[in-house]
């Protein structure tokens, strides 16, 4: 699971690499336009965050099995 999460973030910061150079070149628009993307871009990922679950002091699953038997059991929102 946790290379799965890197691999995520790995691809999304390849992502925002490539679409970086692009935002930037909103500046033709007007000249704040990259900035209010680049801070809408931020807040939203902020907000994402917050849905995240809280793991202090969690138990950790010690194989698949109990990892899919919590999946069934809680399936998420």
Same mark, same amino acid.
């Given at each position: 699971?946790?290379?799965? !999460?890197?691999?995520?973030?790995?691809?999304? !910061?390849?992502?925002?690499?490539?679409?970086?150079? !692009? #935002?930037?070149? %909103?500046?033709?628009?007007? &000249?704040?336009?990259?900035? #209010?993307?680049? +801070?809408? /871009? +931020?807040?939203?990922?902020? /907000?994402?965050?917050? %849905? %995240? &679950?809280?793991? %202090? =002091?969690? =138990?950790?699953? @010690?194989?698949?099995? @109990? !990892?899919? @038997?919590?999946?069934?059991?809680?399936?998420?929102?």
């Amino acid at each position: 699971m946790r290379s799965t !999460a890197t691999n995520y973030g790995s691809a999304m !910061a390849r992502i925002g690499a490539i679409i970086a150079p !692009a #935002i930037a070149g %909103l500046q033709i628009i007007h &000249p704040s336009v990259p900035y #209010i993307t680049f +801070s809408a /871009l +931020s807040f939203v990922s902020g /907000l994402l965050m917050m %849905l %995240l &679950p809280e793991t %202090l =002091k969690a =138990k950790m699953f @010690e194989g698949m099995e @109990e !990892a899919n @038997e919590f999946t069934v059991s809680n399936p998420g929102p």
